[in-house]
């Protein structure tokens, strides 16, 4: 069975590589600073760095920090096995949601139903962390797109044709189409720069999802958890990850450079924050907040209502499944006599 439990969450951590690819890389993609493979030839060693070696509060948090008693591993596999289920349907289905909030209810669902406390304290604070990720992702995307929109080489791209020198009528555009140049590649290092940031940031907060499981059986400690979930993070990026690449960056709201390298810039920040304390948050609720932020920093119109409302449903639906299905299946599994939960 605890074989069956690593398998389980190494299939996890796969499914959730491949469903943050847009998250982390999808505007720097979407904006031409970097090829499709460039951009999952970047994620997928930083996102399994992270894992590895950033992960080992939030593995203690969900390990540990989420049940009064001890979920067994068979209870785990469920638990696992459920919010994997949902999260790779999501996938299949292209609807970016909150692999950690499907985890959590998950478990809650899986511990009420064993018959052992949930610590709703916890499940308290983290409601608190996400509840507050996306406005605060938002105003800093706001301030930040407008801070940049303060340096001239940075402002939005010139018409095609400008009026040239007087009597000529030609175009003069030479030593500003030079200045565009420079400063579009400088920026889209940067934006593939700060992609590659939101990466590292991704492995350390969402491997806890798959493999906190892990340490909460005693099977594996956070360093060990890290790493083998972060193989599959890697693995997931690689191999299923290009059909989201773009699902997150254009079908939001419409963005240039600046704005994208501010909004993938407040992302990393907002998570890593949540991760110095221990606790873990959605990467693309903050993305979506530090968009929708940067966004409204150049004109309401910019936002794309229709698919943000389409996520939003997303995540509403994830966690309530996630603790029906937790509570449902796990009822089903104890009438056989299988021991699910100890003090």
């Known amino acids: 069975m605890t074989v069956l439990l690593v398998i389980v969450a190494v299939g996890f951590a796969f499914s959730m590589g491949a ?21 999952l030839a970047i994620m997928a060693p930083l996102a399994f760095a992270g894992a590895a070696l950033a992960s080992h509060g939030v593995e203690h948090t969900v390990g540990h920090g989420l049940v009064t008693g001890r979920l067994t591993v ?21 609807v970016p949601t909150s692999t950690i909030q499907i985890l959590v209810f998950t478990v809650a669902g899986v511990a009420l139903a064993a018959r052992t406390g949930v610590q709703w304290g916890t499940v308290g604070i983290l409601a608190a962390v996400w509840a507050a990720a996306p406005p605060a992702a938002a105003l ?20 095609a044709r400008e009026p040239g020198p007087a009597g000529t009528g030609a175009p003069d555009t030479a030593g500003a189409g030079e200045a565009v140049a420079r400063t579009g590649l400088w920026l889209g290092t940067a934006l593939a720069a700060v ?14 999802n798959a493999t906190g499981s892990l340490v909460g059986t005693g099977a594996f400690t956070p ?31 419409a963005v240039d450079r600046p704005m994208a390298a501010a909004a993938q810039l407040v992302q990393a920040l907002v998570v890593l924050a949540a991760v110095a304390f221990g606790f873990f948050t959605s990467m693309n609720q903050a993305l979506v907040g530090a968009m929708t932020g940067a966004g409204l920093a150049r004109g309401r119109h ?17 966690p309530g499944a996630g603790i029906a299905a937790g509570y449902l299946i796990t009822l089903a599994v104890g009438l056989t006599g299988t021991a699910l939960a100890t003090p």
């Open 195 to 208: 992609g590659a940031a939101a990466s590292f940031t991704m492995g350390a907060n969402d491997v806890a």
């Open 302 to 318: 910019t936002v794309k209502a229709s698919s943000l409302y389409g996520i939003l449903r997303g995540w509403a639906v994830g």
């Open 223 to 253: 360093l060990a958890a890290g790493t083998v979930g972060g193989l599959g993070l890697a693995a997931g990026v690689l191999t299923w990850g290009r059909p989201l690449l773009e699902k997150v960056a254009f079908d939001i709201v």
């Open 19 to 39: 469903h943050y690819t847009g998250a982390c890389m999808g505007m720097p993609h979407a904006l031409g600073a970097v090829t499709a493979w460039q951009a």
């Open 74 to 94: 068979p209870a785990q596999v469920i638990a696992v096995g459920v919010a994997f289920a949902l999260t790779t349907l999501f996938n299949v289905l292209r």
């Open 140 to 159: 800093l995307g706001f301030l930040l797109t407008r801070a940049l929109d303060l340096v001239p080489a940075l402002r939005h791209q010139p018409p």
